[in-house]
């Protein structure tokens, strides 16, 4: 005889709470070496005014670093301290209009830099 299963239950403790959405990122450098390639993303934060930069190598996120509040001055230094180390690492930056498969409408500068 087979075993008595129960309906499975529709009660959760995650039923009807609201789904937020990821804020999009937006690329602004991108680098490559040999059989690699690196990205610094931005994403706005708007549930309490910061941004973030994300780096990501070869898909892979690989650090990131949220500015808020009276750090929020800090971020452009960061940034670019970034690039430096890509640089100095022997990364080379490609520019933004070699980007084949990221729209026009996302290329924009941060508003933090």
Do not use: C
């Amino acid at each position: 005889m087979a075993a008595h299963t129960d309906a499975m239950s529709d009660v959760t403790p995650f039923r009807k709470r609201p789904i937020a959405p990821s804020n999009p990122t937006l690329t602004l450098h991108r680098f490559t070496k040999p059989g690699h390639r690196a990205e610094i993303r931005e994403r706005q934060v708007l549930q309490f005014h910061a941004v973030e930069y994300i780096v990501f190598v070869d898909g892979a996120m690989s650090d990131s670093e949220l500015f808020h509040g009276g750090r929020a001055a800090e971020y452009p230094a960061a940034i670019a301290t970034r690039i430096a180390e890509f640089v100095a690492d022997g990364w080379i930056e490609v520019p933004a209009d070699r980007w084949p498969h990221i729209k026009r409408t996302n290329r924009r500068h941060s508003r933090f830099t």
